[in-house]
C-alpha cells in the first residue's frame, strides 16, 4: 500500500468495477460528510475482511490508538523488531507506526482544540501523549503548516477547513 502514499490515484485502479461503483455513489451525494461516511463505510468493511491485513497489525492499530503508545513495549508484545514492524507497516497501512501515532496524536489535539473556548496548551500536550509543549508544537505544525494557537484562530464553522 506504501505505492499509493502521497498520490493522488483514481479509486476504479484500485478498486476496478468497486471503485467505480462507489465513485458514483459519491458524486450524487452533496453533503461532504456523507461522503465521508459511505467511503469510511467501504474501507471499515474492507478491514474487518481479515485476509486482507495481518494479525500482527490489526493488533498494532488498537495499541497505537492509544497517546502514550511506546514502540518498544509493541514489538516486544508482538515478539518481532521494529524493522519488520515498520515493513508489516509499509505493506498494509502505507505508514510506518510512528508517523501514525503522530497523526492520531493529531487528530486528537484538533478534536480537542475544536471542542474548548479556553485552552490550557501544556496539558492538552500531555493529553495528546506529547513529552512537552514545545514538542507538540513543533508536531502540530508539521502536519498542520500552522502553530496550534494560529489553527485555532483560523478555524472556521466547518471544521475541517482553516483559512489560510
Same mark, same amino acid.
Not at 15 to 38: D, K, T
Not at 68 to 91: C, M, P, T, Y
Not at 117 to 134: H, K, M, P, T
Given at each position: 500500500?506504501?505505492?499509493?502514499? $502521497?498520490? =493522488?490515484? #483514481?479509486?476504479?485502479?484500485?478498486?476496478?468495477?468497486?471503485? /467505480?461503483?462507489? $465513485?458514483?455513489?459519491?458524486? /450524487?451525494?452533496? +453533503?461532504?460528510?456523507?461522503?465521508?461516511?459511505?467511503? #469510511?463505510?467501504?474501507?471499515?468493511?474492507?478491514? #474487518? *475482511?481479515?485476509?486482507?491485513? *495481518?494479525?500482527?497489525? +490489526?493488533?498494532?492499530?488498537?495499541?497505537?490508538?492509544?497517546? /502514550?503508545?511506546? +514502540?518498544? #513495549? %509493541?514489538?516486544? *508484545?508482538?515478539?518481532?523488531?521494529?524493522? &519488520?514492524?515498520?515493513? %508489516?507497516?509499509?505493506?498494509?497501512?502505507?505508514?510506518?507506526?510512528?508517523? %501514525?501515532?503522530?497523526?492520531?496524536? !493529531?487528530?486528537?489535539? =484538533?478534536?480537542?482544540? /475544536?471542542? &474548548?473556548?479556553?485552552?490550557?496548551?501544556?496539558? %492538552?500536550?500531555?493529553?495528546?501523549?506529547?513529552?512537552?509543549?514545545? &514538542? !507538540?508544537?513543533?508536531? !502540530?505544525?508539521?502536519?498542520?503548516? =500552522?502553530?496550534?494557537?494560529?489553527?485555532?484562530?483560523?478555524?472556521?464553522?466547518? $471544521?475541517?477547513?482553516? =483559512?489560510?
Amino acid at each position: 500500500i506504501s505505492a499509493f502514499s $502521497h498520490q =493522488v490515484i #483514481e479509486m476504479d485502479q484500485i478498486w476496478g468495477r468497486r471503485g /467505480e461503483f462507489v $465513485h458514483e455513489q459519491m458524486y /450524487e451525494i452533496q +453533503s461532504p460528510h456523507a461522503r465521508f461516511s459511505l467511503l #469510511e463505510g467501504l474501507l471499515i468493511a474492507l478491514l #474487518e *475482511d481479515s485476509s486482507l491485513i *495481518d494479525t500482527r497489525v +490489526s493488533y498494532s492499530l488498537g495499541f497505537l490508538s492509544n497517546p /502514550e503508545f511506546q +514502540s518498544k #513495549e %509493541l514489538v516486544a *508484545d508482538l515478539g518481532i523488531s521494529q524493522k &519488520h514492524l515498520n515493513r %508489516l507497516f509499509d505493506k498494509y497501512v502505507g505508514i510506518n507506526p510512528k508517523s %501514525l501515532n503522530r497523526i492520531n496524536r !493529531f487528530q486528537t489535539a =484538533v478534536r480537542s482544540i /475544536e471542542r &474548548h473556548v479556553r485552552i490550557d496548551w501544556a496539558d %492538552l500536550a500531555l493529553e495528546c501523549g506529547y513529552y512537552d509543549q514545545s &514538542h !507538540f508544537i513543533t508536531d !502540530f505544525k508539521r502536519i498542520a503548516g =500552522v502553530t496550534p494557537v494560529d489553527y485555532l484562530h483560523r478555524l472556521t464553522s466547518d $471544521h475541517n477547513f482553516i =483559512v489560510a
